[in-house]
Nanobody, 114 residues
Framework: QVQLVESGGGLVQPGGSLTLSCAAS????????MRWYRQSPGKERELVAT????????SYTDAVRERFTISRDNSKNMLYLQMTSLKPEDTAMYYC???????WGQGTRVTVSS
């Protein structure tokens, strides 16, 4: 059974940092393109970042480029999203996604507010 479990969300002040984690199980994590998405209230879910199976190629939406870093540890079946210089507009539910399995996690909430 494919399972993705996000963690690491919380309340942070503008300019602060958070690192999200996603624990994967039930599939060949090291073979799967992984993504982070986010969804703000009243908005559609948007793609934030993508990483290839070996981890050497990443891509980001313009809104987070230079501030967020996606990474993975295939030995631990873990996906990460390091977020820095956070802005109020980064407030959202963040979800990890396994592309080949078309599987979503339950999400972790990030709130950026003073």
């Amino acid at each position: 059974q494919v399972q993705l479990v996000e963690s690491g969300g919380g309340l942070v002040q503008p300019g602060g940092s958070l690192t999200l984690s996603c624990a994967a199980s039930g599939f060949s994590f090291s073979s799967s393109i992984m993504r982070w998405y986010r969804q703000s209230p009243g908005k559609e879910r948007e793609l934030v970042a993508t990483i290839v199976p070996a981890g050497g190629i990443t891509s980001y939406t313009d809104a987070v480029r230079e501030r967020f870093t996606i990474s993975r540890d295939n030995s631990k079946n873990m996906l990460y999203l390091q977020m820095t210089s956070l802005k109020p507009e980064d407030t959202a539910m963040y979800y990890c996604y396994a592309l080949r399995e078309r599987a979503w996690g339950q999400g972790t909430r990030v709130t950026v507010s003073s």
